[in-house]
């Protein structure tokens, strides 16, 4: 499955990589090269942040059917399947959000909260020393792996 993401992101590897780190992580990449919002994603986010999580799975996967390389729609889609204890399919979204940006701060952290919750310390703690390199400087990732690494718990984030 996961040579399944690989495979159908890779035409926008290249060019995403590049633009997501300058811009908008909620936004795509339009055919043309611009920036555009995508309605689907910010609708998604914000019912997941009421704690709906079901309920954006359907937006997140409209996102995904129109900008498959969107690595924000891929990792939102983890964390719903996370929270709604699916963990087989969280750990495929985050791997297709890491295919698509393999220094995306919030993927390795969920998917690193992941591991703890698993009962997989080891990779958590890999993703851990990813997440050093991403962040150099700090980020509110790195800490949140670093407290759930350190204690062996699982943030609820």
């Known amino acids: 499955m996961r040579s399944f993401y690989k495979l159908s992101c890779i035409p926008f590897l290249a060019v995403l990589t590049f633009q997501l780190m300058a811009t908008d992580l909620r936004a795509a990449m339009s055919a043309s090269g611009e920036m555009i919002s995508v309605p689907e994603y910010l609708e998604a986010e914000q019912i997941v ?14 996102t995904l059917q129109k900008f498959p390389g969107h690595a924000n729609a891929w990792n939102l889609l983890g964390y719903t399947h996370r929270m709604t204890g699916k963990f087989d ?9 890491l295919t698509v940006s393999p220094n995306h701060t919030g993927a390795l952290n969920y998917m690193g909260q992941l591991f703890i919750q698993t009962g997989r310390p080891d990779r958590a703690n890999d993703l851990l020393a990813r997440l050093q390199k991403a962040c150099p400087q700090g980020c509110a990732d790195l800490e949140h792996l670093k407290e759930a690494v350190a204690t062996g718990v699982a943030g609820k984030y």
């Open 49 to 62: 942040l009421s704690g709906n999580y079901e309920a954006a799975i359907p937006l997140l996967n409209q």
């Open 89 to 97: 399919k969280a750990e495929q979204y985050y791997d297709g959000a």
